[in-house]
DNA sequence: TATAATTTTCAGAAATTTCTGAAAATTCAG
DNA sequence: CTGAATTTTCAGAAATTTCTGAAAATTATA
């Protein structure tokens, strides 16, 4: 199992871009070999694709897996673990936003609401701010979570129809404040 | 000019988070004591608020910058540089998306275009991947610089709608689609 | 249970990133 | 212009991250 040259670009080119969404670049390269290759692959194959040593291979499928974006599978009469991606490209993406606004969310957004919950309002300016960073991504993470449910063509439509959601909501608006003239 | 101890926890933890936006630590924590505090720093204060050199902080100052995310002030008579934020919170944390977007989402998308135009079909499967990751980016690409268009308010009402949306949609669809039945 | 196959771990080495601080460059007032 | 104030640069040092590979642990087979 060779690398075939015609997808080292790619393969270089998403290890770049996975050290950019918070794994090294290694790790990135392991994905882009796992999603373009169509059968699975093992440890082993993976560490000569790559040339990188068989320990690295395995730190980088725990990582891999704890962003839940492979899979283990077993082939019958052979004891190796392969690995394929755990789910079509859009999942896989949707995966990646999900795990990133995890890490990148989650942990402040406790920190501000454990300092609000103290804050006796010394700093006034600062407590400002911070309230206001609480309500950003308080707001964003249950539209994250609300939208993440979505199935794929929904998601798709919704995305397609862009900010002229706008426009949608203005007829909504119209068709729905009876109650409000 | 003081590191205020209340506000140490916060630049701290923005400095972890800062390297997860594509930032370092410190251009994070720098970013942190700009935005917590009221008046405008300069170089010298952030760098004793922080304890780091000069020299770094001027680097820092430039990243920041080049994020749009500081703008520099002037006070009359001091030829010192003062910096502020570049916007409100809500102004920054878009600002934030949009670079990041345009770092870690165009190259990869010029390098798949530039793909899918030579590619003579070798690698069927391959070549799918690349055109699904393609189409993904380019939806996601529109449907962002729609959204960023948009003006705070009707954004946060988007947001607070959520995947609320989809019923929105529905309704629409039932109000528009005479012309099919 | 013994042993062969496979995966994981982790100490130290290698590579990369970040930081310092002195020197160079720039800016501006007089 | 001159020179003081300020900012920028960048070579080498320090810190951090990533990687290797041999040893330990695990798993499955016979």
């Not at 871009?17 to 290694?26: K, Y």
């Not at 390269?29 to 040593?53: G, H, P, Y």
């Not at 942990?107 to 309500?135: C, W």
Request: no cysteine; charged share 30%; aromatic share 8%.
């Amino acid at each position: 199992m060779e690398l075939p040259s015609e997808l080292e670009t790619f393969v270089v080119h998403f290890g770049e871009m996975g050290s950019r969404w918070g794994f090294n670049r290694t790790v990135g390269q392991m994905l882009a070999v796992i999603v373009f290759t169509e059968e699975a692959l093992n440890a082993d194959q993976i560490a000569k694709m790559l040339s990188i040593s068989r320990g690295n291979v395995s730190m980088g499928i725990k990582e891999l897996q704890s962003w839940q974006l492979i899979r283990v599978h077993h082939k019958p009469g052979d004891r190796k673990d392969y690995f394929k991606p755990a789910g079509t490209i859009w999942e896989l993406a949707l995966q990646v936003l999900s795990e990133r606004r995890k890490r990148e969310v989650d942990p402040t957004l406790s920190l501000l609401r454990g300092q609000l919950m103290n804050e006796p309002g010394e700093y006034q300016f600062a407590t400002e701010r911070v309230k206001e960073i609480h309500d950003l991504l308080e707001l964003f993470n249950t539209w994250f979570e609300d939208i993440h449910r979505m199935n794929p063509d929904s998601l798709k439509t919704l995305l397609k129809l862009g900010s002229g959601v706008g426009k949608v909501l203005d007829l909504k608006e119209r068709l729905t404040t009876r109650d409000k003239s």
